[in-house]
């Protein structure tokens, strides 16, 4: 069966992978150029890639991704450590020395990954699908428009390929959208007069982020928790390849002041003000301020009522949904939706693309949607509680959910299982159910909570940091 998907990104070329593994024939095609070499260095500085605005933006790969890359496509995770990815990295390693909490667990190995920069990390992926069987990587190849078949199937229009910006048509069985945040299928759709519901989230952060390297390649400094939230401002630090990591200052995109986090040294002064991240801005710089906003939530419903909006195309990865970036999670959610996607065609095969479509829909619905519900939640009261740190107050809301989360945060640093259950959450190794309804921890989450301070972890208020940040 042929395949075609459009977007070479993680959950392209991941999704073509499984679906070749599965007997596809998979054409993945590209609108940037690949790599210059197969080397981190080069490929970290050399590698264009307009049609990724985050590429060089923090990442890391959660424990969840890497689990799933390990079980499914292990040649792939050897060629990030050949490329220099560290493996071992325990995302909770920075708790063991904490008093308090009981040290390191034998079961603790489950919250390790491999520490890589996002450039490497789709290095490594491209070199691996470009070597497996039934798999042609096209790049420097632009989707403009969608092909369309004389036959409705089930009632709904149906897809049978696309067009590119030098005339080709590339005709397929399935049409997989993996173009990501700027996919132009969406509005491909439109044209065609199929548009899908289209849900947004109420978000709008922005990123000011640093790498930095060390002299003789050791991991720099780790911090107890890699995200911390703060008066005003989150704290964000990712692990990366080869003596690598990043630091990143994360503000409302409606907060003005902090604006000035793009200047070098203020963003420096500014990472001073929190002691658990101030040691990882202490070594070489590889890179200026890299700010970035714009990186809205948004959710594509590709069926309703029971019927596909459109047969023979499905959208994965960022092309379906993007969450808030800050928590890491955006390539682990589209390694599954791949996975889940290699599911639904084992179970009911390409030869009814309605139903191929519909099932799909159905396990996104299932098993990836809540997850974007709980962000789309806590963004909103997020920013909520930025405006009025802004303005000078505290936020109070009456939202249980919104509540909950917050007393988990702060209640963390009191009991080591409840560290774990947040740790197996934010590692996208088990559902909130799982890991904190089911366990009975929620219980004693709400026995600790009660007077424990909105912010546990050390840093400065809001008027220490613009002081800061204006250099007065
Ligand atoms: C600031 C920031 C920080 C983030 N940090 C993390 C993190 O720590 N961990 C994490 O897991 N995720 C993180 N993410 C999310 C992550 O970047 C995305 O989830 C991920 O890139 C999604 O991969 P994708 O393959 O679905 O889409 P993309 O990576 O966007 O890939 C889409 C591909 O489609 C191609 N394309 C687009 N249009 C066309 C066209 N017309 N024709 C042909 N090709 C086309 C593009 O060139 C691109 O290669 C972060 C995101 C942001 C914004």
């Known amino acids: 069966m042929r395949t075609l998907v459009v977007g070479a990104g993680p959950t392209g070329l991941v999704t073509a992978m499984l679906l070749a593994a599965e007997g596809a024939e998979v054409t993945v095609v590209d609108r940037d150029p690949g790599p210059p070499e197969s080397d981190a260095a080069a490929v970290w500085q050399g590698w264009r890639r307009p049609g990724v605005n985050q590429f060089r933006q923090t990442h890391c ?81 632009r989707v403009t428009g969608l092909l369309t078949g004389d036959a409705r199937t089930a009632g709904s229009p149906q897809v049978t390929g696309v067009l590119t910006q030098d005339g080709e048509s590339l005709t397929a069985d399935l049409v997989v959208d993996a173009g990501g945040r700027n996919s132009p299928v969406a509005e491909l759709l439109a044209r065609i007069g199929t548009a899908p519901d289209e849900q947004r989230a109420e978000t709008g952060f922005r990123y000011y982020t640093r790498f930095f390297r060390s002299a003789d390649g050791t991991p720099g400094p780790q911090p ?22 990043s630091v990143t200052l994360v503000t409302s995109g409606r907060d003005q002041e902090l604006r000035a986090l793009t200047d070098t040294g203020a963003w420096q002064r500014a990472l001073k003000l929190y002691p658990w991240f101030a040691p990882l801005g202490e070594a070489e710089p590889l890179t200026d301020v890299l700010a970035m906003g714009g990186t809205e939530s948004r959710r594509l419903r590709a069926g309703v009522d029971g019927r596909p909006l459109v047969a023979g195309i499905v959208p994965v990865g960022d092309a379906w949904a993007t969450v808030n970036p800050q928590f890491g999670t955006g390539m682990t959610m589209g390694f599954r939706h791949a996975a889940l996607l290699r ?66 945060e702060a209640v963390r640093w009191m009991d080591p299982d409840v560290l774990r259950g947040l740790a197996e ?44 940040v204006r250099g007065v």
């Open 61 to 141: 790969l959660l424990p969840g991704g890497l689990r799933l890359l390990r079980d499914e496509l292990p040649g792939a995770v050897d060629r990030l450590l050949a490329l220099g990815g560290r493996q071992g990295h325990n995302m909770i390693a920075g708790t063991w020395g904490l008093p308090g909490l009981g040290g390191r667990r034998p079961e603790d190995d489950r919250y390790e990954t491999v520490a890589v920069r996002r450039p490497v990390l789709e290095a490594a992926l491209l070199a691996e699908a470009e070597q497996t069987p039934g798999v042609t990587v096209r790049r420097g190849v």
């Open 224 to 245: 107890p928790w890699p995200l911390c939230h703060h008066d005003s401002v989150s704290v964000l630090s990712a692990p990366g390849d080869n003596g690598t990591w």
């Open 343 to 408: 599911d639904a065609v084992r179970a009911v095969g390409f030869d009814d693309p309605a139903d191929l479509a519909l099932r799909f829909d159905r396990v996104t619905e299932t098993f990836l949607a809540p997850v974007w519900d709980n962000f789309a939640l806590w963004d909103r009261h997020r920013l909520a509680e930025i405006d009025a740190e802004i303005r000078g107050g505290t936020y109070t809301s009456a939202d249980e959910a919104w509540n909950l989360q917050a007393a988990v």
């Open 425 to 468: 959450v934010a590692c996208l190794l088990a559902t909130p159910e799982e890991a904190l309804l089911k366990s009975g921890l929620v219980e004693k989450v709400l026995a600790l909570a009660p007077g424990t301070p909105r912010y546990a972890e050390p840093g400065p208020t809001r008027r220490a940091l613009l002081t800061a």
